[in-house]
């Protein structure tokens, strides 16, 4: 069974402040990673897909990162705008035939000015 | 493009009532699922389509019935609506081919009491 696990639950962090949310995963065969922002109230906004360890994908302070293991997303300067909460999801290849996610359960970042 | 749009965006029933949730996309996408999304749960399949006339179950189908006649349309309904199925529900859809990301609508919150 496909697992994600993301950690913290929730991050507070002070505007300029940079950090890095964690996701890690087990799956049976990785078709792709994926991060989401969710705002409140809204549903799950695409933001990157990565497919093998050691790629990148970056834009504007948002940077994500994957091994064979985990995931990250590095959050660069973040203004308040960047609170949300980020979801990461996966897609083994057990799921590739009905392209379903198995989803973490989020982290919800709180940036203050 | 519209891309995914739900109706209604709120929706209180009384336990024992049924009703539809409608999902629609505009982007011609070839694959669409329903999730639901609970507080420290992370997102849940409930059914997903490969195709027009080509539905199945997810993760938790039980009390929910999906059909799909086009392309466009992929409506949820609640047979017999139970306080358990207090939610928010989302509906996803892929373009398919070697795109894996799923497009999210803006969910429907649906109370059950």
């Known amino acids: 069974e496909d697992q994600v696990t993301q950690s913290p639950e929730a991050l507070r962090l002070q505007e300029g402040e940079s950090s890095s949310l964690n996701c890690s995963y087990t799956?049976?065969?990785?078709?792709?990673l994926f991060w989401y922002r969710q705002d409140p109230g809204k549903g799950p906004e695409f933001l990157f897909t990565l497919y093998s360890a050691g790629e990148e994908k970056e834009k504007e302070r948002l940077k994500a990162t994957l091994t064979k293991k985990e995931s990250f997303l590095h959050i660069t300067a973040p203004k308040p705008e960047d609170s949300a909460t980020y979801l990461c999801a996966v897609q083994g290849t057990r799921d590739t035939g009905r392209r379903a996610l198995t989803f973490g359960s989020g982290t919800r970042l709180q940036v203050q000015p | 493009n519209a891309g995914v749009t739900q109706t209604p965006k709120f929706q209180v029933l009384k336990t024992g009532q049924s009703m539809t949730l409608q999902c629609a996309q505009d982007m011609n996408h070839e694959y669409m699922s329903w999730y639901r999304q609970d507080p420290g749960m992370g997102l849940r399949l409930i059914h997903y389509s490969v195709g027009a006339g080509i539905t199945d179950q997810g993760e938790v189908p039980n009390g929910y019935n999906v059909s799909r006649s086009t392309t466009e349309d992929f409506p949820l309904r609640l047979l017999s609506a139970a306080p358990s199925q207090t939610s928010v529900y989302f509906c996803?859809?892929?373009?398919?081919?070697?795109?894996?990301?799923?497009?999210f609508g803006p969910g429907t919150r649906l109370t059950v009491t």
């Open positions: 799956v049976s065969g990785l078709r792709g």
């Open positions: 996803a859809s892929t373009p398919g081919g070697g795109s894996y990301e799923q497009y």
